[in-house]
């Protein structure tokens, strides 16, 4: 028997006993929560008759595959499906911050395709074939409430994030001296080192907890390290958190954990290139009989809005990445209202620039990175902002390592007039420099000097003697600044450097302050 059958095997005898075991004294409905999507792997020209999680049927073919790539490192930067589901053919963006889509009668989503096999250092989802297709019912959750919560008590897209499939880039694996892409396969949410509260997702129990692994579950597919926590949870699946600052010293192998309790604090640690985040991942038995990434991205979308039910979510992402000179296309259509229509899309420049429209072309001349910001107005007047990442290298230069920044804030919900808010910045591949805020509230700039961290083992440091693993988990490796907004209202704060060799990194933050008490 292969290694993944005996986990396949161990999973279902596993099952029962420990939904009994971590629930206490659980309900019969609870014990017995099945997965409301289901999953088929297909091959071009492949069809499939499957049974949905209400009973109903439907026959899926997998008509054509495509995707496009850069031409620097031949990453791939989008990956479309084109799918027959009953009666209907739809076309399906793969992962990237797309979520299900409804044709005839059923919602459908694509996590991955085998093209973005083609050049990687890993194999996160346990695909066989061509492509991976998820169905649920057209009506309903995509998740069961009971089963999953959004994980970081934080504003939705706070800062920077990085979603299933977006080739990595701030542990600089879009340098074309690495050679090989880590495509993104869990979700990332950047925040404030230690003061983001993490929290349990699901009610379940911890089979890792920093090194410890509970005894009996060593074939699981668990990366034992200081800054990560397993929990086994609703569904059989195996939910990650890593990168975390502390862990909640009541935590072991074999701790039960309740949905919404308290795993940690967000945080650097590990090999998280030197960024402050939460790397947040699903793993289930997929079709091939293997253990696989369970793309998460629509769990987190409607977990958030059941807990926190924004009147508006605007969405530019994911980032971009151009050599100076060439035409690049910004997209905020996946922005989406709750409450009306959304009546404007609106883009705010770099460069000081606005356009109209939620589609929109950009060139840029000089290489570094941008973020264009994008404002969303709906119907009821509700208004939201983005951000859009531009990574621009310089095409007769490619492995001259480009400038980047994070910036983050705290508190993100609740903050009134006066009230004091924490940010931070840190800023990567520069050699000089330092950073200025602008709050966009009048206030005079202020500045702010982090200890610069490196994101990939690029030869120029190395040769310079730089430890990047050393740098990266720099304890103060990010410079704060306190301001306080002296009225109500939604502001763009901006924070930029520029280094010694001319090249410059910007990044914005949102900012809501709400009416004074």
């Not at 979510?313 to 209202?337: E, F, M, N, Q």
């Not at 994101?455 to 310079?464: A, G, I, Q, T």
């Not at 304890?475 to 209202?489: D, L």
């Amino acid at each position: 028997m292969s290694l993944y059958s005996t986990v396949l095997k161990a999973a279902a005898l596993l099952a029962l006993p420990f939904l009994i075991f971590c629930s206490g004294t659980p309900s019969k409905e609870t014990s017995t929560l099945k997965p409301i999507r289901t999953v088929l792997d297909l091959d071009i020209g492949e069809e499939k008759k499957i049974e949905l999680s209400d009973g109903s049927l439907a026959t899926v073919r997998l008509l054509e595959v495509a995707c496009v790539r850069d031409e620097f490192l031949s990453a791939v930067r989008s990956a479309t499906v084109e799918v027959w589901v009953n009666s209907e053919t739809v076309t399906l963006n793969s992962g990237n911050y797309n979520l299900p889509v409804t044709v005839s009668g059923v919602r459908i989503d694509c996590p991955v395709t085998r093209d973005y096999y083609s050049n990687t250092m890993q194999d996160s989802w346990g695909l066989d074939k061509d492509a991976r297709l998820r169905l649920w019912p057209g009506q309903g959750p995509l998740i069961h409430a009971d089963a999953f919560a959004y994980p970081a008590r934080q504003l939705w897209f706070a800062n920077d994030t990085q979603m299933s499939n977006e080739p990595v880039y701030v542990n600089g694996c879009e340098n074309p001296e690495a050679g090989e892409i880590y495509y993104h396969s869990g979700l990332d949410i950047g925040g404030c080192e230690d003061l983001v509260e993490i929290v349990s997702a699901c009610d379940g129990i911890v089979i890792q907890c920093g090194d410890s692994v509970l005894s009996g579950y060593e074939n699981y597919p668990l990366e034992p390290r200081y800054e990560s926590v397993y929990v086994l949870g609703e569904y059989g699946w195996l939910y990650r958190y890593s990168h975390l600052k502390s862990i909640e010293d009541r935590l072991k192998p074999g701790t039960e954990v309740k949905k919404g309790e308290r795993i940690g604090t967000l945080g650097k640690e590990g090999n998280s290139g030197g960024w402050a985040h939460l790397h947040f991942e699903i793993e289930a038995i997929q079709p091939s009989g293997r253990w696989g990434t369970e793309e998460g991205y629509a769990y987190f979308w409607e977990s958030y809005l059941k807990t926190y039910k924004p009147a508006l979510i605007a969405v530019a992402r994911p980032h971009l990445l151009a050599a100076a000179g060439d035409v690049l296309t910004l997209d905020g259509s996946k922005s989406r209202s709750f409450t009306g229509e959304i009546e404007s899309y609106e883009w705010i420049f770099c460069d000081g620039g606005t356009a109209a429209g939620a589609v929109q072309q950009r060139t840029y001349d000089t290489p570094g990175e941008y973020s264009e910001v994008l404002k969303v107005i709906d119907s009821k007047g509700n208004v939201d902002y983005d951000v859009c990442p531009v990574i621009v290298i310089d095409r007769n230069n490619p492995l001259q390592p480009v400038p980047a920044i994070h910036a983050a804030y705290y508190p993100t919900f609740g903050i009134k007039p006066g009230d004091p808010v924490t940010f931070r910045v840190r800023s990567f591949n520069f050699d000089k420099g330092k950073e200025t805020w602008d709050f966009g509230d009048g206030s005079p700039p202020a500045f702010a000097q982090s200890r610069v961290g490196y994101l990939y083992n690029h030869s120029k440091y190395l040769k310079r003697g730089i430890d990047i693993q050393a740098n990266a988990l720099d304890p103060q490796g990010y410079a704060e600044t306190v301001h306080s907004f002296a009225k109500a209202g939604d502001y763009l704060v901006r924070v930029e450097r520029t280094g010694d060799n001319g090249l410059r990194a910007v990044t914005h933050l949102h900012v809501h302050v709400a009416v004074g008490r």
